[in-house]
Every structure is written in structure tokens, then in C-alpha cells.
């Protein structure tokens, strides 16, 4: 069997717990309704007192609660009495080939894999197998580092991208395994969907995962031979927090190699036609629309020109992944929306928002302060657009075809550039790994 960690992926020992009811198991991935905690009440209510992941995790929203030590505590007592109890079948040695149905009724194929930590990196300007896609706030490590640190049981939401237009990876992997009996198959709590998974474990579907990684890398190679896999597409910071802990780890242990040193993940192709992939929007507070425009427009280079209407500026934004629009009411409540055509071939974003940070700083220094935010939805920007002293700027799709080329050229992706779906499409926690 040919050996797939020259990618920087090993096959796992996966834990399923026996006769699986996905519905109370399986549970959203944390870093979600961070603001919405009777959501989280009613996931608890969902689960009662069957087994769940949801006793193995801690939900974001508690992070700053009192008890959150106790919450930790008690995660890893359950951990551990998961283990040592008949909860979990015995491990499997295979990678798992996933099929989730969204509440939205979009298909996202996917594959979970363990990655080699040694191969991951978060910096800026990393030429690793694999990389962050947005800037990582370093800040946010330490108190995520608690909760994996000696932590029995990892159970992974982290979602990779792979650079696949061919589709070779993903989805030739599902058309080898679907014709097995499924390793769980189910609906997802509170109106989430459908989630089925499949082992690949047979000698001759290991090797065709291995054939299709090795075409990724010939296709994601540049000119000094640096190798972009994947890129972090959701949960950058557990991934940060996981090599952190690997990191501290091996310096206090002195191994080279242990469970410690891998992550499960799940792959998803960014061509995948399931994966939504929309912009974020941006609205600034207390600015004039000709001052920010001239201002961006400087920066980026290009022409400016008004619109006549919402439809106009909306279907001129969406014909071009180099332009976008400024959205704006007057003192006699008049609409005004500005079209800025521009010469950026790479993700727009990747321009804008280090434009937006500079007007920003330079109104701070003459002393007005402006605010930003950052907005879901072309509804939003036209409504926020129509407050006094507000710009709504509102920004193209994402341009799959650019999104790797721009991380490598570039490094991460400013905060808050892309979305990948709706809060009820992320990962769901499913397959576990013991850790420590």
C-alpha cells in the first residue's frame, strides 16, 4: 500500500460509537451561535442523556462563563468514560468518505483524513503542504490550548480545501465506496440535514487516494517546487491550537512521533458544486461615500462610475470578480451607488480590506472615528446603506479559480473575507481519534 504521508496525511484509527443515532450524537462544531446560547440549550435538550459529542466538547458561548474550568473537567471525564465503557466499537484503521445533505438541501462530499501537524503552518507567507487561509489571532490559542491539552478524545469540525478542478480526490473516492454499507447514516439534529459516511480502507481505494493527491501536488507546485495542498478553509484556530499543543508537546516529551502529532480533518473540494462560497460584505460608519471611494479607488487603481439603481450596481458587481460597489444615502435621504471598475486580477478582498484599514487609520489620525462591520447578504447591504453616514460597500463572488493562487501569492486572507455557508451547514462532530 503506497504511503500517503509524503501529502502530510495518515490514515487514522477511527472511533464510531456503536449502533449510532446521529441525531443525538452528532452535534454542530463549537465556534458556532457563539451569540445564541438557548441554541445551545436546545442541542442539550436534543441530546438528553444519551451519548453525544456534544459531552465532549465546549461550546464557544461558554468560553467566558464562570464554570468554563468545571465544563473542561468534565469533558474529560467524559472522554474518558467513553472509552473505558462499550460507547465506542473498536477503532478502525480508515479514512471516511463523507456525503452531508445541508438544511438548504446543497450535497457536500467530503473526506476525513489525519493530518501530520509538522506539515501545517499558520504564519504569514508559509510555504507549507498546508496553509491558513485567514489571518490567525494568535490570542485566541491559549484558552482553545485547555481544552485539547491531554484531552483522551479528538473529534474533528475542521473542514480543508483542496484545489481539485478535476475532482479526482474527493469525489472519485465516493464513486469507489458507495456501493458498501455505510458506516452511519442519519438526520442531524434541529432541521440540519442528512449526514452518511463510508470507510476507505481497501488496498485499491487507498491507492487511488494516493493517485489523486500526487496529481494535486504536481498541479499545485510552483516555479521554487514549494507544494500547496490544502488551505484551512473552516476552524483555522482549532488547527492553530492543535499544532500548538503538538508543538509544546514534543518539547516537553521528546517524541518525534504520536497521536499528538496529527489532527482529523475533513477535505472538501472547493470545486465542489455543494460548497457555497460567499463574500462578506463590509459597511463603515461615520464616512462620506466620495471620500472613501476616491480614497479606496487610489489605492486600487481603476474608474469609478455611479449606477442608477440597486439592479444596476448588483448585476455589475456580479459580472466582474474585480469590481464592486459603494452604497450610500444623502442628507435628503437621495441613494447613491458607485461602481468601482479595477485592474485586480487576484481576490478582490485581498486588496479591499488593507484599503479599508488605511482610510480607517488616517481618519483616526485626523480625529474622526469610523467603524466597520461586517455583513452576510445583499439585503443587508442596501438596507445599512441607507443609514446617515453609512457606506455599504458591497463586494463579488468568490472567485474559486483565484482562491489558491491568491493565499500562495499573498498569504492569508484578510479577517472576515469569505463564508463557507450557513451557520447549520458547518461540520458537524461525528468520527473520533483517541489523542492523548
Sequence with gaps: MKNLREFGIDVPEILLPKNIDVSSWSVIACDQYTQDEEYWKSVSEAVGSKPSTLNMILPEVYLSSP??????????????????????SKEQKELVYVERTTGYGRVRKGLVVAIDLETYEWKPMSKALIRATEATIVERIPPRKKIRKNAPVESPHIMLLVNDSEKCLVEKTG????????????????????????????EEELNSVYEALNSIREKNTDK?????????????????????????YKAESGLEDSPVRYALVEIVNIYDTGLTFEPIHRVLFNVDVNDLAESVKNELGGTLRECSSPKELEDAVKKSNASFGFVSCDENSKEKYLLLETPVTELLVSRLQPALDAFIASKKESGVAVDIDYIHGTEEVFRLGKKKSAVSIL???????SFFATIASRGPLPRKSFSMGEASEKRFYLECRKLF
Excluded at 395 to 401: H, N, R, T, V
Design 67 to 88: 464554570d468554563c474550568d468545571k465544563r473542561i473537567e468534565n469533558i474529560r471525564s467524559n472522554m474518558k468514560a467513553y472509552l473505558s465503557s462499550d460507547v465506542f
Design 175 to 202: 464513486s469507489l465506496v458507495k456501493q458498501k454499507k455505510p458506516l452511519y447514516d442519519g438526520d442531524l439534529m434541529l432541521k440540519s440535514g442528512h449526514v452518511t459516511g463510508w470507510a476507505v480502507s481497501e
Design 224 to 248: 521554487d517546487g514549494n507544494v500547496f495542498m490544502f488551505a484551512v478553509g473552516d476552524g483555522n484556530h482549532s488547527l492553530a491550537t492543535a499544532k500548538a499543543v503538538w508543538d509544546e
Design 395 to 401: 463586494l463579488p463572488p468568490i472567485a474559486k479559480d
